[in-house]
C-alpha cells in the first residue's frame, strides 16, 4: 500500500548515543515533516522539507539534523540522544499543504532514551 | 503565538451517545482537517473543509467550519467503540498572507473513549 513508511518501530539509547530515524514515502510528495507528539504537548514540528535539497527548521529543531536528498526519503538524525528527546515520533509527508491541507502520515518511532 | 485550542480534552460515554468536540482559535484559516489517531499509529485525515460555513457529513461524523473560518466542530451521532481515540484538528493559516508565509498547526488533541 502507498503511504509513508518509518523504521525501527520502537528504539532504546542510551544518553549520548547518535540514531537515524528513517522515513520513506511513495506518493511523490514534494513536503515532508517530522513531528514529535508528547502527553500534553501535541504534535510539535521538528523540520520540515518543501522538496529536495530543501530544509528547515520547525519549532523543537535542537538535537536534530535532516536531510533531503531524494523525493522519497526524509531522515532524522539524533546527534547525541539526551532524555528529553523520549517521545514519539512522525513522519509525514504532503503534494501541497496549501492546496491540499493534509498530512499523510507514517506509524511512528517510539523512542525511549535512559 | 497561534493556538488551536480543542475541547474538552477527555470524553468518556457510553455507547449509542451523541458527542461534540470544539476546536477554536483566534486565527483564519485557509483549510482546516480532522483527524483521528488511534494508540500506536499516526494520525489518519477524517475531512478537510475549506469554506465557511461548510458542513460536511462522514457516516455517523458531521463536520462543521465556522462561517469566520476561525473554528470547527466535530459532532459523532450514536457513538461507538470503533469510534474510541484521539481527535485532532489542524489546519493553515497564513503567517503574512502577502507573502505567502503559511503554518500548519495542530490542536491540543481531544482524547475520546466509548464505553460498550
Known amino acids: 500500500n502507498a503511504g509513508v513508511t518509518q523504521t525501527p518501530k520502537f528504539q532504546v539509547l542510551k544518553t549520548g548515543q547518535s540514531m537515524t530515524l528513517q522515513c520513506a514515502q511513495d506518493?511523490?510528495?514534494?513536503?515532508m515533516s517530522w513531528y514529535r507528539q508528547d502527553p500534553g504537548m501535541g504534535l510539535r514540528l521538528i523540520h520540515y522539507s518543501v522538496g529536495a535539497g530543501i530544509t528547515d527548521q520547525g519549532e523543537v529543531p535542537n538535537g536534530y539534523n535532516v536531510s533531503r536528498s531524494t523525493t522519497e526519503d526524509f531522515p532524522l538524525r539524533l546527534l547525541s540522544a539526551a532524555p528529553s528527546q523520549t517521545s514519539v515520533y512522525f513522519c509525514a509527508s504532503t503534494q501541497d499543504v496549501v492546496l491540499f491541507g493534509w498530512y499523510t502520515f507514517g506509524s511512528g518511532t517510539r523512542l525511549t532514551v535512559v | 503565538t497561534q493556538l488551536l485550542e480543542q475541547s474538552p480534552q477527555f470524553l468518556s460515554i457510553q455507547e449509542g451517545e451523541n458527542l461534540t468536540v470544539y476546536c477554536n482559535s483566534s486565527?483564519?484559516?485557509?483549510?482546516l482537517q480532522w483527524y483521528r489517531q488511534e494508540p500506536g499509529e499516526g494520525p489518519v485525515l477524517l475531512v478537510t473543509?475549506?469554506?465557511?460555513?461548510e458542513v460536511k457529513k462522514l457516516k455517523r461524523l458531521t463536520f462543521q467550519f465556522g462561517d469566520a473560518r476561525k473554528d470547527s466542530s466535530l459532532h459523532i451521532t450514536a457513538a461507538q467503540p470503533g469510534d474510541t481515540g484521539l481527535y485532532l484538528c489542524a489546519g493553515v493559516i497564513y503567517i503574512t498572507p502577502t507573502s505567502g508565509t503559511y503554518k500548519y498547526i495542530f490542536g491540543t488533541g481531544t482524547r475520546l473513549k466509548v464505553l460498550a
Open positions: 506518493m511523490n510528495h514534494e513536503y
Open positions: 486565527s483564519v484559516f485557509s483549510s
Open positions: 473543509v475549506v469554506t465557511g460555513g
